[in-house]
């Protein structure tokens, strides 16, 4: 075993950059991007549904980057997943494009979290590498009167290391995080703080932050402002240009959701982790499994929400933390003199629309007040101007 002998010993670890290895995570993105025919999209993410309940699939991935991750095979590991109920079972691992993936049921509400634990020996440094995934089950269909302890995030105890996203002030299942948010994320060591961990935080954009774990595990990280509106033919969005790399792929099955892909003017579109926002439209027909429709589908939300003039706009970003501990053992035979713990997850996050409607209202309190001024200006000029009067006067 690899266990610490002692608490201590983690708070000693000692704190190193970022390696050169590339980490890994889980998407819900296939390697094939027909596979996304048959899927939803939910609260939580892209889903299957089979016999009205909710199936999450998932890939590993492996590199550093949202855009430039490829898809991996495990090797010699194994995938956890942590339910509601905080029970523990395996799920079976498939293999397919070359890519690991898995499928679990998600029959309540809630937060599944799936792991996903990889160990190798190298230059006598144990490897321990654990991909996460936080997904959440909601559906509006079931009523909002949900027991508000399922919003709290979910914890394996035995996990090497972890990343929890701690909540929001006031967090419920129908929060969005949104740039100017303050998000804080413990590293923990088997249910326990880690201190003095580099935690980096990256969006789809490129923009990096990194901290380091303080005496509570806890790393903070501001949101920002990454995304702003660009002008086209129907106006200021919250459309970005295409990334180099990036490419938009086609979903059959977009008009099942009612939300065609529309990419500033481009044809029908995938959102993915890789940053290519989608139109999201009420839907028209009776799918029972339409959660937006309604009360959520017709709306404009607020507070710096991403649908904004019928657009939705989500980015993501990536989470990652690490450290090196000074305990040596051995792992299948071979002897290490540390171990070198990492794990990573995603997340997703809305630009704040104030942004554009500041620049709307400034422009028109500018016209106004430049209006008001020449107004003013002329009427002043107007009233300096005496008409002229022939006096005459006679001299004698």
């Not at 999209?41 to 699939?57: A, N, P, T």
């Not at 399922?150 to 002030?169: F, K, T």
């Amino acid at each position: 075993m690899y266990k610490p002998a002692a608490m201590t010993l983690l708070c000693a670890a000692i704190s190193i950059p970022l390696s050169a290895e590339a980490g890994l995570w889980l998407s819900d993105q296939p390697p094939d991007k027909s596979l996304m025919r048959d899927m939803k999209r939910s609260h939580g993410g892209y889903v299957l549904i089979e016999d009205d309940v909710y199936v999450k699939q998932l890939w590993l991935r492996k590199g550093d980057s949202l855009t430039g991750s490829a898809y991996a095979e495990p090797a010699g590991a194994s995938f956890s997943l942590l339910d509601t109920r905080r029970q523990l079972s395996e799920p079976a691992v498939g293999r397919g494009n070359g890519a690991a993936t898995i499928r679990f049921k998600m029959p309540e509400e809630g937060y599944y979290n799936a792991y996903y634990t990889e160990r190798a020996v190298e230059n006598g440094v144990l490897n321990v590498a654990t991909a996460k995934a936080e997904i959440l089950k909601h559906n509006c269909r079931l009523g909002h009167n949900y027991d508000r302890k399922l919003v709290e995030p979910g914890r394996w105890q035995d996990a090497p290391l972890e990343i929890v996203r701690l909540r929001l002030p006031d967090e419920d299942f129908h929060t969005r995080i949104r740039s100017g948010n303050l998000l804080k994320f413990s590293v923990q060591h088997q249910g326990q703080p880690v201190r003095g961990a580099t935690v980096r935080l990256e969006t789809q954009k490129g923009w990096i932050n990194t901290a380091f774990s303080d005496e509570n595990g806890i790393a903070s990280f501001q949101v920002i402002q990454d995304t702003f509106p660009v002008d086209d033919d129907d106006g200021a969005r919250f459309l970005s240009k295409p990334q180099a790399g990036e490419q938009s792929e086609k979903r059959g099955d977009e008009e099942k959701e009612g939300r065609p892909g529309k990419w500033a003017g481009q044809k029908d579109g995938l959102q993915s982790e890789g940053g290519k926002p989608s139109k999201w439209q009420a839907k028209k027909d009776g799918d029972e499994h339409a959660e937006h429709k309604g009360d959520h589908g017709e709306r404009k939300e607020d507070g710096g929400n991403s649908r904004w003039g019928g657009e939705r706009r989500e980015d993501h970003f990536l989470v990652s933390a690490e450290y090196l501990s000074d305990e040596a053992g051995a792992w299948e035979g071979q002897a290490y003199r540390q171990i070198h713990y990492s794990t990573a997850m995603t997340g997703s996050y809305a630009p704040n629309i104030q942004v554009s409607q500041s620049k709307s209202l400034g422009l028109i309190y500018a016209s106004a007040g430049m209006l008001t001024l020449g107004v003013g200006a002329t009427v002043y000029r107007r009233r300096r101007i005496k008409p002229f009067k022939e006096v005459g006067f006679d001299e004698r």
